[in-house]
């Protein structure tokens, strides 16, 4: 079984920063795929962004230009570095690990609150 820890949440006011990191319990070289998603009370859990074997990234569109996720491959660690928040950034975030198409792994969640 493949862990996620992550870690990194908290309150921030609108404007600023939080970096959210996700540690895995295996060599992210035995990861195609992570992914941060995020769920809003009362919302479905949705896409945010992603980081390939290979380092191509993706992101939804409304934290593009906002959000940069990374990862140290040495560390077993993916971050996503959130800058310019606001408070409808406000929900759970999840880490999640895909090994192959059918094989995914999530973390706990953290929180992050964006509020004044």
């Known amino acids: 079984q493949v862990q996620l820890v992550e870690s990194g949440g908290g309150l921030v006011q609108p404007g600023g920063s939080l970096r959210l990191s996700c540690t895995a319990s295996?060599?992210?070289?035995?990861?195609?795929?992570m992914r941060w998603y995020r769920q809003a009370p009362g919302k479905e859990r949705e896409f945010v962004a992603s980081?390939?074997?290979?380092?191509?990234?993706n992101y939804v569109d409304f934290v593009k230009g906002r959000f940069t996720i990374s990862k140290d491959n040495a560390k077993n660690t993916m971050y996503l570095q959130m800058n310019s928040l606001k408070p409808e950034d406000t929900a759970v975030y999840y880490c999640?690990?895909?090994?192959?198409?059918?094989?995914?792994?999530w973390g706990q969640g953290t929180q992050v609150t964006v509020s004044s």
């Open positions: 999640n690990a895909g090994t192959d198409f059918f094989t995914h792994f």
């Open positions: 295996i060599s992210l070289f035995s990861i195609n795929v």
């Open positions: 980081i390939t074997k290979g380092g191509v990234t």
